[in-house]
């Protein structure tokens, strides 16, 4: 099997495991690669530079997100990274979860708000209600209603099933949004050079034929 049916068979298992689930999680993948360790840099990085993106956090912080995979983290790891947030010690965020009082809705929200092509005013239109009370979500003041839920899910484009309360999407380096993902790969292939859109060419044609 050649490079290029080798990709698209794993995406095809992948996409047929997705369609087989009653409910998707966005952390359905990154439960997956993601050890607590890594969902706990991640919430101290959020915490640090709130205002970066994600490549500018990890720039940051001096490393790569596969730095962080390693299980459990290295001493040379766990030591950059003390002294890059000013850590005694990091060797118990493999055993915790820094995020257990974090208001998880709201910071979704405010992350999903500020996502290309997504505004306050245009969730409010989709949901038929008005600015201030979305804002008022997204300050965490308030919190929705399961309908009301299940509907930001659909006007944000999210996968069904996605849950805004406990899904850490905030911390996921994934564009969340529809226009977030159109945006990202529009992106990424702006930025390939010709050999390489050359090679993935076929696979993505086929998957694309796929899902059409």
Known sequence: MNQTSALVSHYRT???????????????????TLTPFEWNVRFLAWRRW??????ERFARMG???????????GVSLTEHLEARFDLDSMQGLAY?????????????L???????????????AALNLSVNTVSRWARGEHHPHPPHLRALVRALHLPP????????????????????????????????????????????????????
Request: glycine share 6%; charged share 30%; hydrophobic share 35%.
């Open 14 to 32: 992948v996409y047929a495991k997705i369609s087989r689930k009653r409910r998707f999680s966005w952390e359905d993948f990154a439960t997956h």
């Open 50 to 55: 709130p205002d970066l993106s994600w490549p």
């Open 63 to 73: 490393v790569t997100p596969g730095d962080l995979r390693a299980d459990p983290p």
């Open 96 to 108: 915790t979860d820094l995020t257990h009082d974090v208001d998880i809705l709201a910071e979704n």
């Open 110 to 124: 405010r992350c999903l708000l500020r996502s290309p092509g997504v505004s306050v005013k245009q969730v409010a």
């Open 161 to 212: 099933g996605t849950d805004l309360r406990g899904d850490r999407l905030f911390l996921l380096d994934e564009p969340p949004t529809h226009a977030a993902r159109l945006n990202h790969l529009r992106g990424q292939l702006d930025d390939l050079p010709p050999d390489r859109l050359a090679e993935l060419y076929p696979a993505l044609t086929c998957l694309l034929g796929r899902s059409t």
